[in-house]
Structure formats: structure tokens, C-alpha cells
């Protein structure tokens, strides 16, 4: 009787695994061709490396201005509707791509990925505490991790397709942008910029029909355990400051989601500054995402069977810190190759946080969900640091006598230094943080 009930329980779930699978993979997507924009858009409206960064700012920004909003809408509408919404938001942010692309103006792209950024917001406040309570809390990390396959396979084509689709060629019209007269200028960046408008017309329309399928879907209604009050006082909890590891989960995130953003979204431009043709920097990114990929299969069968999630966690940091030191310590494709490394250290963060963070958090779970959403936003504050960093240590190298392009490389080599505080905060959290139920000690 019992083994039969567990089999209906995963009939029951693997429809909607796979409908939430499917959606992870649409922003999964859409978030990781920021590593082809970078370079993309840096080379057409003529940026720094700290402006070029801002890419990342506008997408992550939007987490912060919407998670707490959407946690407000989801309560209103539910999950499926919420999800709709998403998916229809993204979409018009997609179209704002076209008149960006014919004005070839910065702050109209930004835009754009602004509000493709809000759509995301909505459609991950509502998927990932839904996939996280939709089975035992003890497997939350599992599940979490077969999204975590769907949404890096999905960045990893969008890197290779968009990578094509926008830096093919870029090498030739860096090279003629210094010989040409401005009109020839105008005129050459005026085309590489129109080349964002099929890909951004066809990734709208398969939004908007998405936003509609997704409202007939079989999802069912849950709803988070209620509050474990055990071991935690005589007064019941009334409020989500009572949990501190909830706000350790979301500072862990924060740096989490920098880190992971580093990893995939300035490894071509790295490579680029290293000397690498973008017709092969362009694939660097595929690379960071597959190791994600691979390590997310190895958490799948793991987790928690063999490895427990808590473990998975500072396992994951440890190596993020030995990672980070060795791209400080080596140079060339090699470097390139660790910080593409750092996909198998970020790739069972996400997993093993999110149930770490919302266990026994009950009728908090959707605002405790939105408060992590939020966190999402470190990956619009810690990589344009990183290219603050690049600017300011390659103008100090030039200054000291160093040419500009070896300038770049050891610049851009130099302040992955970033990278460690993050891991070692991560590494805090995976051994106490998420232990601290209760801001009374015993």
C-alpha cells in the first residue's frame, strides 16, 4: 500500500517537473546570451568594460524592484497565472530589442533586458519555491538540480546561437573601425546592430504562445509544511525576521549568483582580452555552462541518496575558492579553462540553498521566496565590479609603461580576486548558517 501510494505521488509530479522543467529552460535561455551581448554590445555602442557589465546590471536589477511585487502578485493569481505573466512580460521586453536595435541606442537594449528581466522575476518567484515544495523537502536539491540541467542546456545553446548570430564577423569590423571615415563607422555599426532583430522577433513570438499554453497546463495547487515551531521557543513566529537563516540564505545567494554570473558571462570578453578570436571566445561560455550541466546529473543521482544537500554545499564552495585561486595563478587558455571550472562549483549552489533556506518556513514560504529572488540582484552589482576592477587596474598598468592589449590580459586575469570572498561566505553558510533557526541560542 505505502509503495504504491510513493509510485502515485511520482506519477503525479512528473508532469509538472517536466512543465516547470521546460520553463526553466526558457529563462535558462534567455539569461545566458548576456555573454554574447557583453561583447556585442560593447563593440557597437563604442563601452568600457565597467559600462559593458552593465548588461548584467539591467537583467539581475530587476529582482530586486520586482520579487517582493511578484510575491504580492502570486498571491493574488496563483502559480499558473503567475508563470503566464512572466512569459508575457519577457516577451515584450523581447520586441524592445527591434527599436533598440534601429536606433542603436544603449539605454533602449537596456531596457529591453530590463523588462525581461521583470518577466523573469515573476516566473522564478512562482517556479522555484513551487518546484521545491512540490515533493519531500529532503529531495528539494534534487529536483532543483534536473531545473538546474534544463535551464544551463538552454543557456548552452543560447550562447552558441546567439554567440553566432551576433559575434560573427565582430573581429573584422573592430579591426576597420579604426581605418574607417565615422559615416563608413555609422554605417558598419548601424549593421551589426540590426542583426539582434530576427533572433528577438522569434524568441517574442514563441513567448507569447508559451504565456498562452502555459494557462491550460496540468500544474496542481501546493503549498509549503506549516511552520515547525520545535526547539524554537514558547512564542509562535509571526514574521520572517524571526529566521536568520532565511537572511543568511538570501546574502548567500547574493554573492552565489555574482559568482555564477562572473563565471558565464565574462569568460568571453575574457578570452577576448587574453587574445582569442571571437570566433572561438565565443564558444567559452558553452563550456562553463556544460560543467554546470554535468555536475547538476551528478546531484540528481547523488542527492539525497548518497550526499546529503548541506554537504553537496560546501563541497561546491571549497572548490569555487581552489578554482578562483587557480585562474589568479595561471595564464592563457588555461585560465580560461578554470574559470570555466567554476561551473562544477556553482552548480549545486542554487539546489542545495533554496531547501536549506525555505525548510520549516511554512505560511513565509512565498515571501521567504521572493526575499531570495531578490538575491538574484548580486548578479547586477558583483560583475560590473569585476569590470570596474578590469578598467582601473589596466589604466594603472598603462600608466606604469605596459601596453594596452597585455594591459587588458592581466587586468582582466587580476580581479577575479572577486571571486573568493563569495565562495568563502558560501562556505560559511553550507557549515553554520543554515543551522541558525533561531536568533536564541541554546
Not at 38 to 45: A, E, R, S, Y
Not at 94 to 103: G, K, N, S, T
Not at 282 to 303: E, R
Amino acid at each position: 500500500m505505502i509503495k504504491s501510494t510513493i509510485e502515485n505521488n511520482k506519477r503525479n509530479t512528473l508532469i509538472p517537473i517536466i512543465i516547470i522543467a521546460g520553463l526553466f529552460f526558457i529563462f535558462g535561455f534567455v539569461t545566458w546570451i548576456n555573454g554574447a551581448l557583453i561583447p556585442f554590445m560593447k563593440t557597437i555602442n563604442e563601452l568600457t568594460d565597467a559600462q559593458s557589465y552593465l548588461v548584467a546590471s539591467a537583467s539581475y536589477i530587476s529582482f530586486v524592484v520586482m520579487a517582493l511585487p511578484a510575491s504580492y502578485i502570486l498571491n493574488k493569481i496563483g502559480y499558473r497565472k503567475g508563470m503566464s505573466l512572466g512569459l508575457f512580460i519577457m516577451a515584450i521586453g523581447a520586441l524592445v530589442f527591434i527599436p533598440a536595435a534601429e536606433a542603436r541606442t544603449y539605454w533602449v537594449f537596456l531596457t529591453g533586458i530590463f523588462i525581461q528581466g521583470v518577466g523573469m522575476t515573476i516566473l522564478q518567484t512562482a517556479a522555484n519555491p513551487y518546484i521545491t515544495i512540490l515533493g519531500p523537502i529532503e529531495s528539494g536539491a534534487k529536483r532543483i538540480a534536473i531545473m538546474g540541467i534544463a535551464n544551463k542546456t538552454a543557456g548552452a545553446l543560447g550562447s552558441l546561437i546567439f554567440g553566432a548570430l551576433l559575434l560573427s564577423g565582430i573581429d573584422e569590423v573592430k579591426e576597420k573601425l579604426g581605418t574607417v571615415s565615422l559615416e563608413e563607422k555609422a554605417v558598419l555599426l548601424d549593421t551589426m546592430a540590426d542583426s539582434v532583430f530576427t533572433p528577438y522577433l522569434v524568441m517574442a513570438i514563441v513567448l507569447f504562445v508559451l504565456a498562452l499554453l502555459i494557462r491550460k497546463a496540468p500544474l496542481p495547487h501546493v503549498e509549503a509544511a506549516p511552520v515547525d515551531e520545535k526547539n524554537v521557543g514558547k512564542t509562535a513566529k509571526t514574521n520572517i525576521f524571526q529566521f536568520p537563516h532565511l537572511w543568511l540564505g538570501v546574502l548567500t545567494l547574493f554573492v552565489y549568483v555574482g559568482a555564477e554570473v562572473i563565471a558565464g558571462d565574462t569568460i568571453i570578453a575574457y578570452g577576448i582580452s587574453l587574445g582569442f578570436p571571437a570566433t572561438d571566445a565565443k564558444f567559452f561560455t558553452t563550456l562553463t555552462l556544460l560543467a554546470m550541466v554535468a555536475t547538476y546529473a551528478l546531484g540528481v543521482f547523488l542527492i539525497p541518496k548518497y550526499l546529503k544537500q548541506g554537504t553537496a554545499l560546501r563541497i561546491s564552495a571549497a572548490l569555487g575558492i581552489i578554482f578562483s585561486i587557480c585562474i589568479l595563478s595561471t595564464t592563457g587558455f588555461t585560465s580560461i579553462l578554470f574559470v570555466a571550472a567554476l561551473g562544477i562549483a556553482n552548480a549545486l549552489v542554487w539546489p542545495a540553498v533554496w531547501p536549506l533556506t525555505l525548510e520549516g518556513l511554512g505560511k513565509f514560504t512565498k515571501t521567504a521566496s521572493a526575499l531570495l529572488i531578490m538575491a538574484i540582484s548580486g548578479g547586477a552589482i558583483i560583475p560590473p565590479l569585476y569590470g570596474r576592477l578590469v578598467d582601473a587596474n589596466k589604466h594603472e598598468l598603462i600608466a606604469n609603461g605596459i601596453n594596452e592589449s597585455d594591459a587588458l590580459a592581466t587586468a582582466a586575469t587580476s580581479s577575479y580576486w572577486i571571486l573568493i570572498p563569495c565562495y568563502a561566505f558560501i562556505l560559511f553558510f553550507a557549515i553554520w548558517g543554515h543551522k541558525y533557526k533561531s536568533w536564541l541560542r541554546k
